[in-house]
């Protein structure tokens, strides 16, 4: 049963009376106001956009909240030390013409997956270092032509810019001195006018140095490595490699200083192999920069195209027409051997053996082909 809303009598005369009480005497009635304290809601953790995270190697790389796709999987180095501004202007020029998406002087692909990305410039990147004296690094910049990082230098003596693989370690405010052209005549007097091979090393062999190979001590790590006397760096100047010098041609003189008498030095480069270069080759003293490169994910698809790569597409997907590889109902090459796209054989070993003619590749037959003619010839004999 529903109940009525309209109010009694008596109800209606009491809350008149209340009104015109409070309205005559409302200062009389008004109490202190109470200071109630704030409730304290409990503060939820915001997880920052930008982290750092370790992966399995136990290196430490930058991570980033997935507020996108293209962030839950980004993975970038940490290298808070690098310059934020432009480069030294008057040591570039813009990357442009048909080089960028990998096509030589006749305009013909001799670089697959190349083309497109944003605007470039190159950085002129000295690899000779003949010019003596000291060096101050102004900064450490990020260079989108390579992966390890570069240095920018200024000669104490006249001010000129130059720009130099930086090594693993070296920051703005270093000293670096190139010892190619000779050693000068300050630090030969400092050493009593004899030339010792281990106070040399000592005053000599560091961080960012140059020299040439045959003042570097045995087992040293160097990177930016030469192979002729007069010719640049060739071998280690990617981000992270370097080169252990394993011996040299010496002789022990009776006052057992060690004096070198061949004319080459043994080095040992990143892929194990064992080269002999000469002894007036260069060196750079260290490891090459950004170690942690290879650890770095794009995250995206997209972020490639920036870096002028393009998509590389398997042969099996393609049709017959663009590939050997191609056609058929499935993931199925035709029962042919892996070649490229052009039909030359993509593996090496016993299968790609050449014969007499040395632009006509022979495929051997597999082994269970081979047996079951062989009893075919059987059967048909019998």
């Known amino acids: 049963m529903l109940q009525s809303r309209t109010l009694s009598l008596s109800t209606r005369r009491l809350l008149a009376c209340c009104q015109s009480s409070t ?60 310059w934020k501004g432009r480069p030294y202007l008057p040591l570039t020029f813009p990357k442009k013409g048909m080089a960028k998406g990998g096509r030589n002087n006749n305009g013909r692909i001799t670089v697959r997956h190349r083309g497109g990305g944003v605007k470039r410039r190159i950085r002129t990147v000295d690899f000779h270092r003949w010019v003596a004296g000291p060096h101050h690094v102004d900064r450490i910049e990020y260079d ?24 693993e370690g070296m920051r703005a405010g270093d000293v670096v001195q190139s010892y190619r052209a ?13 030339i010792d091979p281990g106070i040399l090393a000592a005053k000599t062999a560091h961080r960012g140095n140059c020299l040439p190979l045959h003042l570097v001590p045995v087992g040293m790590p160097v990177y930016n490595v030469g192979s002729h006397p007069k010719g640049g760096a060739v071998f280690c100047r ?3 490699t370097f080169a252990l010098v394993e011996s040299k041609e010496e002789e022990t003189r009776d006052d057992g200083v060690k004096v070198m008498t061949g004319k080459y030095v043994n080095v040992r480069l990143q892929s194990g192999e064992v080269r002999r ?28 195209r920036w870096l002028n790569i393009r998509p590389t597409v398997r042969g099996v997907a393609m049709n017959k027409v663009d590939h050997p590889h191609g056609g058929g109902r499935g993931k199925s090459k035709g029962n042919r051997h892996p070649t490229s796209p052009w039909g030359k054989p993509a593996k090496g070993g016993y299968k790609t053996r050449r014969k007499n003619n040395p632009n006509k590749w022979v495929v051997v037959p597999r082994a269970r082909n081979m047996g079951r003619r062989k009893s075919k010839k059987s059967s048909s004999s019998t």
Do not use: W
């Open 277 to 304: 270069v000469s002894k007036d080759a260069c060196a750079t003293i260290g490891i090459s920069s950004n170690p942690h490169h290879h650890y770095q994910q794009l995250g995206k698809a997209g972020r490639s």
């Open 23 to 82: 309205s005559s005497s409302a200062f009389a009635f008004r109490t202190y106001a109470t200071v109630q304290e704030p409730v304290q809601q409990p503060v939820k953790e915001v997880t920052p956009a930008v982290r750092k995270a370790e992966n399995s190697d136990g290196v430490l790389l930058r991570s980033y909240k997935p507020r996108t796709p293209g962030l839950r999987h980004l993975r970038r180095t940490i290298n808070d030390h690098l």
């Open 238 to 240: 990617s981000a992270g």
């Open 144 to 167: 989108p032509n390579r992966s390890a990082h570069i240095a920018l230098l200024s000669e104490e003596a006249t001010g000129k810019k130059s720009y130099i693989i930086a090594a």
């Open 182 to 194: 000779g050693i000068p005549q300050d630090l030969i007097e400092s050493m009593g006018g004899i």
